[in-house]
C-alpha cells in the first residue's frame, strides 16, 4: 500500500510533537494508556450488554513492554481495536474530542512563539508518542474481526496502513524510541523504574490493571546449602500490576490526597489548572451512588458558546456508560464537570430513557443541592477563591435566575455577588441586607456599564447621600435579575432610576414644581418631537441637572439589551426626561423661553441628548450634535 499523506493540521501537530524542545515528553505514556483503556471500557461495555458473549471481564488488561535490545517500547490492550478504516481515521486525522481543543488552540496560537506549551495543556492524545519515538507502529484487530492491520508512520511524511497477523482481538503501540541527545534521555523511558514511576504518577486509578514483566532475584536453593557459602542468586521474571486499579472515587477521602485529586482531574478533563473546588459525595439510600465533582479554576475558552457541552461522565458499577450525561447537571450548574458512578443503574440505559429514569432523578436532585451547600460553604469560608469562582461562572448564576420565569431564583439567590456602594467588594444578598438601616423602605441597585458609571449616576447621588448601599450593576442579565428576585427581606428591589423610591415630601414639592411650570415643560417636550413620553421636574436630581427614566415594560437596560440584539430596529423604552429645577441651567432654558423659542428649542434638545449619553446610550448623530453644541456656545 501506498504512503499518505496526513491531513494538514494533523502534520502540524506532528511537526510539533517531533521537533518541539517540550520537557513534559514523559506525558506520552499518560495519552497511550489513557486510549488503551477507554478502548477496554468499549469492549467491556459491548459484553455486558450483549455484543460479545463469553468475554470474560477479568482478562482485559493493558500491557507494557520495554525491549532494550530493539530499542522498542511497546503498550498493548486488548480492548475493542481497530479496523483499516478505523485506524485511518482515528489516527490519520486530527478531528476528535480532546484533540478538538489542541485544534482551536493552535489556530488562537498562530505564529506565536509560545506555542509549544500548548502540548502540556491539552489531552494530545495518540500524537504524543511521536515527541519520544522516530517510528510508532500500531498493530490492532477490531472485535469481531479476523483480520488484523498495521499502521506505521515515521512522523510527517505520512503514514502506511498494511494487513498483518496478530492473534487476539486489541491494539499494540509500539514505539522506536529516539536516541539520546545531549538534552534529553530516551533510554530512561525502557527502564523499569521510570515506567513504574508513570504509571503511579498519571495512571494509577486506571481501572484496569496495567501490567509489566519484571525481573526478580531470588536465592537459589542447592542441595548442599551451608551457613559459610554467600547463597547464590537467580533471576526471574514475574508480571506485576503496576496500578492501583481502584477508581479515586471508589477511595475513602482520607485516602485521596490532593494532589491525587488534582492530577485525576487534569487527566481526566484535559484542564492544565488545578480545580478550584473539589466535591466527593459516597451516598447509600434510595439510589447508592459515588461522585467526583469538580468546578474549574478558570472558565473552559468555548464555556459561552454552544460548542460547550454540560454533562457528567456516567459509570455503572465501575462501566462507564456515557461520558457526558447532561440529565445529571441543572444548567445553573453546567460548568461542574466530574463523574458519577452509581450500582443502581441498568447498563443498558440510553438517552432517550434517561430523563424518566428515576434514579437519574434521584442522583441529580442530590447532586444539584450538594453543589449549591459546598458553593455556599466556600462563600462562607473561603472568600477569595468564592470571588474567583464568581468571576468565572457568575454569570451562568444569574442566567439561571432570570431562565425559566425564575423557576429557580430561590435555589440560586444566595449564591449571587454584587458590587457595594458603601463596602466596595463584591457582597451577597444577605451580607446587604444584614446592613439596611431601619427606615430603608427598598434595596437599591443601579445598571451602568462599568461600576464608575453607575457611581456617577445623577440618581446614584440622591441615595447615596441619604447613606443607603446601592448595589452596581454591569452584567446586561442584571436589571431582569432583580425584576425576577423582585424583593429582599420583605423589601422590594428597586433601580435608584425608578419614580417610586423618593420619600413622599420631595415628590409632592417636585409635581408641584412640575404642575408650576406646566407650559414650558410642554414646550421641551413638543421641541423633543415625540421622542419621550413625558418632561418632568425630578425629587431624584441633587447637583445635576438631568437624568432619563422610562415608564412601561420596557427598562432603559431592555432597550440597551435589544438594540445589541437587533441594531435596526429592536424594541424600545418610553422616555421620560427628569430635569432638576435648582440646577442654574434650567434657569436659563427659563430664560430662553421667555425671550428666544428657538434657543430654547436648543436647550431642550441638548439636555435630552446630555441625559441619554448618562443613560448610556450612544448618540444618534454626533455631527449634529456637535453642531447643536456649538451653536449655543456661539449664542446662535
Ligand atoms: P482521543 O483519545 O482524545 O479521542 P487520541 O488522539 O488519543 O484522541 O486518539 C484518537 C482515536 O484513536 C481515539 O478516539 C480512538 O478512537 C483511537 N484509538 C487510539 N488508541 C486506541 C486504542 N489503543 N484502541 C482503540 N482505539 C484507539
Ligand atoms: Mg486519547
Same mark, same amino acid.
Given at each position: ?352 430513557? /434517561? #430523563?424518566?429514569?428515576?434514579? +437519574?432523578?434521584?442522583?441529580? !436532585? ?5 453543589? &449549591?451547600?459546598? $458553593? %455556599? ?17 457568575? /454569570? #451562568?448564576?444569574?442566567?439561571? +435566575?432570570?431562565?425559566?420565569? !425564575? ?5 440560586? &439567590?444566595?449564591? $449571587? %455577588? ?38 456617577? $449616576? ?179
Amino acid at each position: 500500500m501506498s504512503k499518505k499523506e496526513f491531513q494538514a493540521e494533523s502534520k502540524r501537530l506532528l511537526d510539533l510533537m517531533i521537533h518541539s524542545i517540550y520537557t513534559n515528553r514523559e506525558i506520552f505514556l499518560r495519552e497511550l494508556i489513557s486510549n488503551a483503556s477507554d478502548a477496554l471500557d468499549k469492549r467491556a461495555y459491548r459484553a455486558l450488554t450483549g455484543g460479545e458473549p463469553g468475554l470474560n471481564r477479568n482478562e482485559l488488561e493493558i500491557r507494557i513492554l520495554p525491549d532494550r535490545e530493539a530499542r522498542t517500547l511497546t503498550v498493548s490492550d486488548n480492548g475493542v481495536g481497530m479496523d483499516a478504516q478505523a485506524l485511518e481515521e482515528n489516527l490519520g486525522v486530527i478531528a476528535k474530542s480532546g484533540s478538538l481543543q489542541f485544534k482551536k488552540s493552535m489556530a488562537d496560537q498562530e505564529n506565536k512563539p509560545e506555542e509549544i506549551d500548548i502540548i502540556g495543556q491539552f489531552g494530545v492524545g495518540f500524537y504524543s508518542a511521536f515527541m519520544v519515538s522516530d517510528t510508532v507502529t500500531v498493530r490492532s484487530r477490531a472485535c469481531g474481526s479476523d483480520t488484523a492491520w498495521e499502521w506505521v508512520s515515521s512522523g510527517a511524511e505520512g503514514y502506511e496502513i498494511r494487513e498483518c497477523s496478530k492473534d487476539s482481538v486489541g491494539t499494540e503501540i509500539i514505539m522506536q524510541l529516539k536516541l539520546d541527545t545531549e538534552e534529553e534521555n530516551y533510554s530512561r523511558f525502557l527502564e523499569e523504574y521510570t515506567l513504574r514511576r508513570l504509571v503511579k504518577k498519571y495512571s494509577d486509578y486506571i481501572r484496569y490493571p496495567i501490567n509489566m514483566d519484571v525481573e526478580k532475584r531470588r536465592p537459589v536453593k542447592t542441595a548442599e546449602d551451608s551457613e559459610d557459602k554467600a547463597p547464590e542468586f537467580e533471576t526471574y521474571i514475574e508480571n506485576e500490576t503496576l496500578n492501583d486499579r481502584i477508581p479515586i472515587w471508589h477511595k475513602q477521602k482520607s485516602e485521596v490526597s490532593d494532589e491525587d485529586y488534582n492530577q485525576f482531574y487534569k487527566e481526566k478533563f484535559s484542564d492544565y489548572d488545578n480545580p478550584l473546588k473539589t466535591i466527593h459525595v459516597s451516598t447509600e439510600g434510595v439510589v447508592s451512588y459515588e461522585a467526583l465533582l469538580f468546578v474549574p479554576s478558570r472558565t473552559p475558552y468555548d464555556y459561552y458558546t454552544k460548542d460547550y457541552e454540560k454533562g457528567l461522565q456516567l459509570y455503572s458499577s465501575g462501566v462507564l456508560i456515557m461520558d457526558r450525561c447532561a440529565e445529571l447537571l441543572p444548567e445553573h450548574f453546567r460548568f461542574v464537570r466530574g463523574v458519577v458512578d452509581s450500582q443502581d443503574l441498568s447498563l443498558n440505559i440510553s438517552r432517550e430513557m /434517561l #430523563q424518566q429514569n428515576r434514579q +437519574v432523578q434521584v442522583i441529580a !436532585g442530590n447532586i444539584e443541592k450538594k453543589i &449549591k451547600r459546598e $458553593l %455556599l460553604k466556600m462563600l462562607e469560608n473561603e472568600r477569595e477563591s468564592y470571588e474567583t469562582f464568581f468571576k468565572n461562572f457568575g /454569570l #451562568q448564576l444569574k442566567y439561571g +435566575v432570570a431562565g425559566e420565569f !425564575g423557576a429557580h431564583k430561590d435555589d440560586l &439567590k444566595d449564591l $449571587l %455577588l454584587f458590587y457595594s456602594s458603601t463596602e466596595q467588594k463584591m457582597v451577597s444578598l444577605a451580607e446587604y441586607a444584614s446592613r439596611m438601616k431601619e427606615d430603608q423602605k427598598f434595596v437599591y441597585y443601579a445598571c451602568a456599564d462599568t461600576i464608575i458609571k453607575a457611581d456617577r $449616576l445623577p440618581q446614584t447621588e440622591t441615595v447615596k447621600a441619604k447613606g443607603y448601599e446601592i448595589l452596581y450593576l454591569t452584567d446586561e442579565v442584571d436589571d431582569f435579575v432583580m425584576q425576577i428576585l423582585h424583593e429582599l427581606d420583605g423589601k422590594e428591589i428597586k433601580s435608584v432610576s425608578s419614580d417610586d423610591i423618593a420619600d413622599e415630601e420631595e415628590r409632592k414639592t417636585a409635581e408641584e414644581q412640575t404642575k408650576e411650570h406646566k407650559e414650558l415643560l410642554d414646550f421641551v417636550k413638543d421641541s423633543l418631537n415625540g421622542k419621550v413620553k413625558e418632561v418632568r421636574f425630578s425629587e431624584k436630581l441633587k447637583t445635576h441637572p438631568v437624568f432619563l427614566s422610562s415608564d412601561g415594560a420596557i427598562s432603559l437596560e431592555m432597550e440597551k439589551y435589544f438594540a445589541q440584539a437587533n441594531p435596526e430596529g429592536g424594541m424600545k423604552a418610553e422616555h421620560i426626561l427628569e430635569l432638576n429645577a435648582s440646577h442654574p441651567v434650567l434657569a436659563l432654558l427659563k430664560e430662553a423661553f421667555a425671550s428666544d423659542k428657538e434657543r430654547a428649542s436648543q436647550l431642550s434638545e441638548l439636555l435630552y441628548q446630555l441625559a441619554l449619553l448618562i443613560a448610556g446610550f450612544p448618540i444618534e448623530d454626533p455631527t449634529a450634535y456637535a453642531d447643536l453644541v456649538c451653536a449655543l456656545l456661539a449664542g446662535k
